[in-house]
């Protein structure tokens, strides 16, 4: 089943979109304020595609595609919800950067985020961004979420630590145009 937001479309992930995965994931910009563990080559990232659990509840990716160019442009997930609790973890990336700054990782994070209120039933979306996030962390603050706290220096960058900003969004708190959304 595809989600659709304003201007993207979320659908599952597949061996096919391998090539993007693994160029995202080898380009130091996108990854600039993310965790980038160690290296992969292409056909371990299709393995992962490949063997990966089929998206439910405890974890759920979805590539983002323009609506506009049905293009891949990066991916977004909610991982490790629990039904006891009603909360999950958002990861996103928007890939391919000549589609940063476009409003798209705005609309992704909300999309996402209504999908996980609405039909996960979750009460409430937890990220960590690095504090120098600057792109991040007015679209997350965009898309309604909170800053809750600062955990300190413990992202390495550059030869130097960084803090983690914790956001949180509840249900509820979701805006669009700076408006609840409902
Ligand atoms: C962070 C990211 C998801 C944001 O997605 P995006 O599509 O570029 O963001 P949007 O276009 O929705 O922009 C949201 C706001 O942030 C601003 N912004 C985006 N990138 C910015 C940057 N590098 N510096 C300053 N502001 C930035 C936009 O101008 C916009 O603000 P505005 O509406 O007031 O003009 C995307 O840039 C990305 O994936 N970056 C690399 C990976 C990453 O950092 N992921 C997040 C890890 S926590």
């Known amino acids: 089943m595809n989600i659709f937001g304003e201007t993207v479309k979320l659908r599952a992930m597949g061996p096919d979109d391998a090539e993007s995965l693994w160029r995202w994931n080898h380009d130091p910009e996108v990854m600039r304020w993310m965790d980038d563990g160690y290296a992969q080559p292409l056909e ?3 393995t992962w595609l490949t063997e990966r659990p089929r998206n439910g509840y405890g974890d759920v990716l979805f590539g983002i595609e323009t609506l506009a160019e049905q293009r891949l442009i990066g ?3 909610l991982r490790d919800a629990e039904p006891e609790t009603g909360c999950a973890e958002l990861d996103i ?4 950067k000549d589609c940063w700054g476009k409003g798209f990782g705005t609309d992704a994070v909300r999309t996402v985020c209504r999908y996980g209120f609405d039909k996960m039933r979750l009460h409430k979306v937890s990220l960590t961004v690095v504090a120098g996030n600057v792109g991040g962390l007015r679209a997350y603050t965009k898309a309604g979420f909170v800053e809750e706290g600062r955990l300190r ?3 390495r960058r550059d030869g130097g630590w960084h803090d983690k900003i914790a956001m949180g969004l509840l249900e509820g708190e979701l805006r669009q145009r700076g408006k609840l959304v409902r």
């Open 153 to 155: 220096s413990v992202f």
């Open 93 to 96: 990336y928007v890939g391919e």
């Open 44 to 46: 371990r990232v299709r």
């Open 75 to 77: 991916l977004v997930r």
